[in-house]
C-alpha cells in the first residue's frame, strides 16, 4: 500500500540558511550539496545563491577544506585511489583546482603501501584456480579501488611469485 502523495515540506531562505549552518557544523559540505540540498527544499535559484554566498563568506562551506577532508577520508578509511577520488569530487561540482591541490599534499608511497595491503586482504579471500586468474581479479579490484594501472600491476606482481602462465601483461 504505497502513500497518496508524499508532501515534501519547503523551507523559506532563512529556514534553509539555519539548517545549512547546522549540517555545517557537524560535518563537511561543498558548495555542490548545498546547492542540492536547497533544490531539493524547494528553495528558488537565486535564493539559493544568496543563502550559498552567505555561508561561503561566513566559512562554513570552503569547497578547498572540503576537498582535503574528502581525500584524507577516502584514503584512509576507505583507501581508495587518486583516481576514484578526483572523480567523486568532479562529481561533487568541486573546482579542478582545489582538487588537485588536496591531492598534492598524499603522501604517494602510504597510497601504494595501502593498495598492498587491500589486495594481500582481496587475495586470502578470492577463489581462483590459476595464480593467472588471481592476478587478473587483483588487478580488476585494484583498477576499481581508483589506482593507477603501473601501480596496481607492480604490486599484484610483488603479491603473486608464481606467474609463470601469465607473463604478459
Sequence with gaps: MQPAEVKR???SPDEALAALM???ARAEKSEGDARRLMRGWGLAAADAEQVLARLVRDRFIDDGRYAEAFVREKLHLSGWGEYKIRTALQRKGVARGLIDAALAQTDRSQMAERLAEQLARKARTTRH????????????Y???LGYDYETVLDRVSALISDTETCDDF
Design 129 to 140: 584456480a590459476t595464480p593467472y586468474e588471481l592476478k587478473t581479479k587483483l588487478i580488476r
Design 9 to 11: 515540506r519547503t523551507k
Design 142 to 144: 585494484g583498477l576499481s
Design 22 to 24: 547546522r549540517l555545517c
